[in-house]
């Protein structure tokens, strides 16, 4: 298999692409503070985006397939208050990728990162976010390992549009397996070839278009602007053939029986890649789970309602904060 073991697509911008479209969200998430900087990660040179003060309850959100950190700003807006730590995955966005990107190299990963940037505080609990693919990630990050002990330890979970349908079964299976013949064509390629194909614009406009539902005019088109801009950037063509082999084998419900933690679940009702009663059944397979739905949102509830995601979140953490209060009490 050709493969380009350089830069990849980063930071290529298309002669005469016209300026970014300003986001909807800039006021709010202007008005946090903001960090950057690189870890080392199990030997993977790590991006790593920080949001609001350091010193408030930690969230880190691990975002989807051919995302970056860009991808969950939105609803790191709507969340003042809390220290919001996005890194951008293995492979995407600034960071170097995975030798082979499994899902259980990227659950390895993740585990890693959040005893790097957020131990375990007496009093202080976590909560780790995982979008679309990032669900899968952090599911199998979470999962309990052989030892009986949480893979993230007391970390509460939120998985937003998660994905509980297998990609290679039922209804998505024709889908599934034409884009993963897109994806090894893209890696076969003469690199040229294989990286116009990757970033060809009719492409990423119709995946775009697919997962977009917002009726409002300007917000569509600065999602799509977002799509342009940011899902094209990964570290190698190998890189992105190997996540979405990993993103269609695997589903957050093979783990769920496994993860002990809370979980709180943020589904929407016209999400075309988890059909809602899927969603339901994925429920009932955590031990301690709970679902939220929001109406008239598809896949991309990240951009168009992180406010309501955010409230979501807001309830979640507090409700375990509260439920936490009389033991502390007590001991």
Same mark, same amino acid.
């Given at each position: 298999?050709?493969?380009?073991?350089?830069?990849?697509?980063?930071? *290529?911008? =298309?002669?005469?692409?016209?300026?970014?479209?300003?986001?909807?969200?800039?006021?709010?998430?202007?008005?946090?503070?903001?960090?950057?900087?690189?870890?080392?990660?199990?030997?993977?040179?790590?991006?790593?985006?920080?949001?609001?003060?350091?010193?408030?309850?930690?969230?880190?959100?691990?975002?989807? +397939?051919?995302?970056?950190?860009?991808?969950?700003?939105?609803?790191?807006?709507?969340?003042?208050?809390?220290?919001?730590?996005?890194?951008?995955?293995?492979?995407?966005?600034?960071?170097?990728?995975?030798?082979?990107? $499994?899902?259980?190299?990227?659950?390895?990963?993740?585990?890693?990162?959040?005893?790097?940037?957020?131990?375990?505080?007496?009093?202080?609990?976590? $909560?780790?976010?995982?979008?679309?693919?990032?669900?899968?990630?952090?599911?199998?990050?979470?999962?309990?390992?052989?030892?009986?002990?949480?893979?993230?330890?007391?970390?509460?979970?939120?998985?937003?549009?998660?994905?509980? $349908?297998?990609?290679?079964?039922?209804?998505?299976?024709?889908?599934?397996?034409?884009?993963?013949?897109?994806?090894?064509?893209?890696?076969?390629?003469?690199?040229?070839?294989?990286?116009?194909?990757?970033?060809?614009?009719?492409?990423?406009?119709?995946?775009?278009? +697919?997962?977009?539902?917002?009726?409002?005019?300007?917000?569509?088109?600065?999602?799509?602007? %977002?799509?342009? =801009?940011? +899902?094209?950037?990964?570290?190698? *063509?190998r890189a992105v053939l190997e996540a979405f082999e990993a993103s269609i084998r695997h589903t957050v419900g093979e783990v769920a029986s496994r993860i002990a933690q809370p979980v709180q679940l943020i589904a929407a009702?016209?999400?075309?890649? $988890?059909?809602?009663?899927? %969603?339901?059944?994925?429920?009932?397979?955590?031990?301690?789970a709970r679902l939220a739905v929001l109406t008239g949102v598809g896949h991309l509830v990240h951009y168009e309602q992180p406010r309501q995601a955010a409230a979501i979140i807001r309830r979640f953490v507090a409700e375990l904060a509260d439920a936490a209060a009389p033991e502390a009490d007590e001991r």
């Amino acid at each position: 298999m050709a493969e380009d073991h350089g830069g990849g697509a980063r930071g *290529r911008r =298309r002669a005469g692409a016209r300026e970014p479209i300003e986001s909807p969200y800039r006021a709010l998430l202007g008005a946090l503070p903001r960090r950057e900087r690189e870890l080392d990660v199990d030997g993977v040179r790590t991006s790593v985006f920080e949001y609001g003060p350091e010193d408030a309850p930690a969230v880190v959100f691990v975002h989807g +397939f051919r995302g970056d950190h860009h991808g969950l700003e939105p609803v790191a807006a709507h969340l003042p208050g809390f220290r919001i730590i996005a890194p951008d995955l293995p492979g995407f966005g600034a960071s170097d990728a995975l030798e082979h990107a $499994t899902i259980d190299a990227y659950a390895s990963w993740l585990r890693a990162f959040v005893r790097a940037v957020a131990p375990e505080r007496p009093g202080r609990r976590l $909560t780790v976010l995982g979008h679309s693919f990032g669900s899968i990630v952090v599911a199998h990050a979470a999962a309990r390992g052989p030892d009986g002990a949480p893979g993230l330890g007391g970390a509460a979970i939120v998985l937003v549009n998660p994905i509980a $349908t297998p990609a290679l079964a039922g209804a998505n299976r024709l889908g599934s397996l034409l884009a993963l013949g897109y994806y090894r064509a893209a890696a076969a390629l003469p690199e040229a070839a294989g990286l116009a194909v990757l970033g060809a614009p009719p492409i990423v406009r119709g995946m775009s278009a +697919f997962m977009a539902k917002t009726r409002d005019p300007a917000l569509k088109r600065w999602i799509h602007d %977002q799509h342009d =801009r940011y +899902f094209s950037r990964y570290a190698s *063509r190998r890189a992105v053939l190997e996540a979405f082999e990993a993103s269609i084998r695997h589903t957050v419900g093979e783990v769920a029986s496994r993860i002990a933690q809370p979980v709180q679940l943020i589904a929407a009702d016209r999400d075309d890649i $988890t059909p809602l009663a899927h %969603q339901h059944r994925l429920r009932s397979l955590f031990p301690d789970a709970r679902l939220a739905v929001l109406t008239g949102v598809g896949h991309l509830v990240h951009y168009e309602q992180p406010r309501q995601a955010a409230a979501i979140i807001r309830r979640f953490v507090a409700e375990l904060a509260d439920a936490a209060a009389p033991e502390a009490d007590e001991r």
